[in-house]
């Protein structure tokens, strides 16, 4: 494939409006979004929990790795969907800013006003949306705004999130070439040597962000689970166990 012909796919990718003849998906890859929400809350949960109690312990961390991913792939299934991408976009802004507080009080409690600029993980998730937002509403000014602020300031995971919704928007109907971009995106071969959260098993030794492939099956394959649970479950899970996590480090 020359290069001219690869840039002539990405272009039509992108160019291309998300209206798909009546009765095919819009996405051939896993649509099960309460079920993809459900793992990613668990998996963020277990991470934080590491994070704020047992920072040298990998297995949270590990776990952890498959939030962000699933994450971004539910915002890219919600862009395609969605009614009112504005009201979206106005709910995610809302939590990211309500989470804010209980996000610092839970990491960093003592040292609450300088670290308040240490944005949490739905602050980045929102920019995210908003870039790509921009991008399949040909808003240019609005994508590069977006995705400049988020690499450019304290963002967790800076323009990762960007740069995963673009392979999950651009390849939705190619999920093959998908994964293959994700695993490119998402490095998981990193390893940074003496890390304490990196795994060891007899001579090998992976980097601990390398369980980031283990999003890779609920993304890119059908489940079919379809759990019954109100959206605003999602929203409001996120600043409550930053507070719970916040409560119990005030009391230990």
């Known amino acids: 494939?020359?290069?001219?012909?690869?840039?002539?796919?990405?272009?039509?990718?992108?160019?291309?409006?998300?209206?798909?003849?009546?009765?095919?998906?819009?996405?051939?890859?896993?649509?099960?979004?309460?079920?993809?929400k459900?793992?990613?809350?668990?998996?963020?949960?277990?991470?934080?929990?590491?994070?704020?109690?047992?920072?040298?312990?990998?297995?949270?961390?590990?776990?952890?790795?498959?939030?962000f991913p699933i994450f971004c792939y539910c915002m890219t299934v919600g862009l395609l969907y969605t009614r009112d991408i504005k009201k979206y976009l106005f709910r995610l802004g809302l939590f990211a800013v309500v989470s804010q507080p209980f996000y610092i009080l839970a990491f960093h409690p003592h040292d609450f006003f300088a670290q308040f600029t240490n944005w949490n993980i739905f602050c980045t998730l929102f920019l995210s949306l908003l870039a790509m937002y921009g991008l399949k509403e040909r808003k240019w000014w609005l994508f590069a705004l977006a995705f400049f602020t988020v690499c450019w300031w304290n963002f967790d995971y800076s323009g990762t999130g960007v740069m995963l919704m673009l392979v999950f928007y651009l390849c939705?109907?190619?999920?093959?070439?998908g994964a293959i971009l994700y695993l490119l995106v998402m490095s998981p071969l990193h390893v940074h040597a003496g890390d304490p959260l990196n795994f060891v098993f007899g001579g090998l030794t992976l980097g601990w962000t390398f369980f980031v492939v283990f999003a890779m099956p609920f993304i890119f394959l059908r489940t079919n689970v379809h759990?019954?649970?109100p959206k605003w479950f999602f929203y409001a899970f996120?600043?409550?166990?930053?507070?719970?996590?916040?409560?119990?480090?005030?009391?230990?």
């Open 238 to 252: 996120y600043p409550a166990h930053l507070a719970l996590i916040a409560i119990l480090q005030f009391v230990l």
């Open 172 to 177: 939705r109907n190619r999920p093959a070439l």
């Open 38 to 67: 459900l793992i990613a809350i668990i998996s963020m949960f277990i991470d934080h929990i590491g994070g704020a109690f047992f920072p040298e312990v990998g297995w949270f961390r590990w776990v952890g790795r498959l939030a």
């Open 227 to 229: 759990p019954k649970i």
């Open 1 to 36: 494939m020359t290069a001219q012909n690869t840039l002539a796919r990405v272009r039509t990718a992108l160019l291309t409006p998300a209206v798909f003849p009546e009765g095919q998906p819009r996405l051939k890859t896993n649509l099960d979004t309460n079920f993809l």
